[in-house]
């Protein structure tokens, strides 16, 4: 997938030597548009990457079109050029959202190198939004255990291997940071990762997701839409939980990638896409391909490398990092002053099995134990009755337990809460689905119910 770049000039002949430039010196696909008002309208439908902006322009010059994308939320990399030399203007439009300024006398190397810069570092601040977006979600590959040291070793050995890697592993095992961490070590970190999970996705969207779609290809597709492989070009494409995709869009996966082109719903022409593609999947893929549910040639063109992620209880000696981690995270999520954990909550939490959900069920358990402690210290009585029943409580340890005053009311809210936690983790915090399951009227239900709890929507 070439980079998308529009040109907005109300004069036709400087949009088309732009626009033959760019083609000619950095291979960009264009668009031209000689209004303001034109530029947004082709926004509307057009996917664009990055925008080059003549400010002076009749009716609606550049500061408005910066203001309005501003008003429509559209971040898209905006440089805007200037023939007059007022520099005044230029750092004006700069305060309106714009990327940088050129000089309409600038070379055209200058332009393009200003337009890659632009569109790296929208990519760069992309991936930093989304990585702060998920503060205290998930966690970076924390332990020196055998197992974990082990695994972190394999990784940096094949992350610059541009071959696919099957990455296997229980469900909350941590796969997708294992793949994050192939593509931090890789020869491409600063290009896009995108991650599916294809479980999530119903299977009439999930081809649209992967490969995109021409506007009118069905009903509702509205716009142009690009999939996964365009948006990952030159990045890493991560297949979360890759088990899942039905047998159709099997044969269509396996087909890109033999040949890394890859074809909109609805459209004609093929796109070529340079994707290093990652998998992941908490299946026996061998025993899914001998009950003729996944495809053999896909698998063995998917598992090229393959990385097991240890299970949370081959690795307990890593709880207690693991538990820092969370607990600073949650509490800093949650706008708490930090916590500390009391060593016996951290024994009993470093004994339970933890066979549900791994690392994924440990930070479900942290944010249970912040909420429910007003104090600064989590106590043992804290641990839920779950984790302490199932793990190697200290001698006398359970007695205090037992012993210790909870109303009715805490009882009741603490046995309701364990029950929509334990629900939503069965059903992959699939929130209708939970609702269902539970006998509640509708999702909105559920959710009122989560907040009340402080229970996040899983991503």
């Not at 205290?136 to 541009?162: F, N, T, Y």
């Not at 022409?269 to 999947?281: G, N, Q, Y």
């Not at 060593?343 to 939490?349: G, P, R, S, W, Y």
Request: glycine share 8%.
């Amino acid at each position: 997938m070439m980079n998308t770049v529009l040109i907005v000039d109300d004069i036709p002949a400087v949009c088309e030597q732009y626009a033959y430039d760019l083609k000619r010196l950095g291979d960009y696909h264009t668009f031209t548009a000689t209004s303001g008002e034109k530029a947004l309208a082709l926004l509307v439908h057009q996917p664009i990457d990055c925008i080059v902006l003549d400010l002076e322009m009749p009716g609606m010059d550049g500061f408005a079109v910066l203001t309005e994308l501003g008003k429509r939320e559209l971040r898209i990399p905006v440089i805007v050029y200037t023939g007059t030399g007022s520099y005044e203007r230029c750092v004006r439009a700069v305060k309106l959202g714009a990327y940088s300024f050129i000089d309409k006398a600038e070379p055209m190397e200058r332009v393009v190198r200003e337009i890659e810069n632009a569109v790296k570092q929208h990519r760069l601040a992309s991936e930093v939004t989304d990585l702060k977006e998920k503060l205290g979600v998930e966690s970076p590959l924390i332990g020196d255990s055998p197992a974990m040291l082990a695994l972190k070793k394999s990784i940096a050995r094949i992350a610059r291997i541009p071959s696919t890697v099957l990455i296997v592993g229980e469900s909350g095992s941590g796969k997708e940071l294992v793949a994050r961490g192939i593509h931090k070590l890789s020869d491409r970190p600063a290009e896009p990762f995108v991650a599916i999970n294809c479980a999530a996705l119903p299977e009439g969207l999930i081809e649209s997701e992967l490969f995109g779609h021409e506007k009118g290809a069905f009903t509702g597709a509205t716009n142009l839409r690009r999939g996964a492989f365009e948006n990952a070009h030159r990045g890493t494409l991560f297949l979360d939980e890759v088990g899942e995709l039905h047998a159709s869009v099997q044969g269509k996966l396996l087909r890109v990638l033999e040949g890394m082109e890859i074809l909109r719903l609805g459209g004609g022409a093929p796109i070529k896409v340079d994707v290093r593609v990652l998998a992941a999947t908490n299946r026996n893929l061998e025993e899914e391909i001998a009950a003729k549910r996944f495809r053999q040639d896909l698998y063995f063109r998917l598992n090229v490398h393959i990385l097991a992620v240890p299970a949370l209880r081959e690795r307990l000696g890593d709880v207690p990092a693991l538990l820092e981690h969370f607990l600073g995270a949650t509490c800093k999520r949650f706008g708490m002053r930090r916590k500390k954990l009391a060593a016996d909550a951290v024994q009993t939490l470093s004994c339970y099995a933890w066979q549900r959900n791994n690392v994924r069920e440990l930070r479900n358990i942290v944010e249970r134990m912040v909420i429910a402690c007003d104090g600064d210290e989590i106590q043992l009585t804290h641990v839920p009755a779950e984790i302490r029943q199932g793990g190697n409580v200290p001698r006398g340890a359970a007695s205090a337990l037992d012993a210790a005053p909870l109303s009715l009311r805490d009882r009741k809210a603490q046995a309701e809460r364990e029950i929509v936690v334990a629900a939503l983790e069965r059903n992959g915090w699939q929130i209708t689905k939970t609702a269902s399951e539970l006998g509640l009227a509708d999702h909105s239900s559920l959710l009122k119910i989560m907040r009340r709890h402080g229970l996040k929507r899983q991503g």
